[in-house]
């Protein structure tokens, strides 16, 4: 799971560049492109029995179905907070800190990323694209939200967190 997080605040920061035009959103920063994983540092998982079921699916859209249905995270088009809330438990055991960001994160994105998608049934590779959208935001969410203590301030890392602040994951079809 650390090295989910950390190929997708890569491909997040190397990714966003379907947005609306004339946007402040639609241009990638330069320098945003060198953001790396050194500005927040990941936080340390323990595996859970959905990574080890789902562990030897290679496309990241079925992988990340796989562990959302595992851990029934999203139920009846809601996300179920019991069932997340026992997930990072376990997964955030070792950097508690990170359970409440995580949490919220979650719950943030998945609102945002349902109310942004023209079509909520879209499928690649024969998998549904959201799981893989609501990680994506949830991981933006995660480094715009590192604790303090995680964080690495330097100019770089500032202004890839004030513009992912901004302009959160929008490389998806958006309604107007």
Not at 4 to 31: D, R, T, W
Not at 36 to 58: F, H, T, V, W, Y
Not at 132 to 160: G, H, M, Y
Request: contains cysteine.
């Amino acid at each position: 799971m650390a090295r989910h997080f950390i190929l997708c605040i890569g491909y997040l920061l190397a990714s966003m560049v379907y947005v609306l035009a004339q946007n402040e959103c639609s241009k990638i920063p330069p320098e945003l492109e060198k953001a790396s994983k050194d500005c927040c540092q990941p936080p340390k998982l323990k595996e859970g029995n959905a990574q080890n079921k789902c562990a030897k699916i290679d496309n990241i859209f079925c992988l990340l179905e796989c562990v959302f249905n595992e851990t029934q995270i999203i139920q009846n088009g809601q996300v179920n907070t019991a069932n997340l809330k026992a997930r990072f438990d376990v997964e955030l055991q070792p950097d508690p800190e990170y359970i409440p960001i995580a949490m919220n994160a979650v719950q943030t994105c998945y609102t945002f990323v349902t109310q942004k998608m023209k079509n909520k049934d879209e499928k690649v590779g024969g998998c549904s694209v959201l799981p893989s959208l609501v990680s994506e935001c949830t991981d933006t969410q995660i480094f715009v939200n590192c604790p303090a203590n995680k964080w690495k301030s330097n100019q770089l890392c500032d202004s890839a967190k004030a513009y992912l602040k901004k302009c959160p994951v929008l490389n998806f079809p958006m309604n107007n």
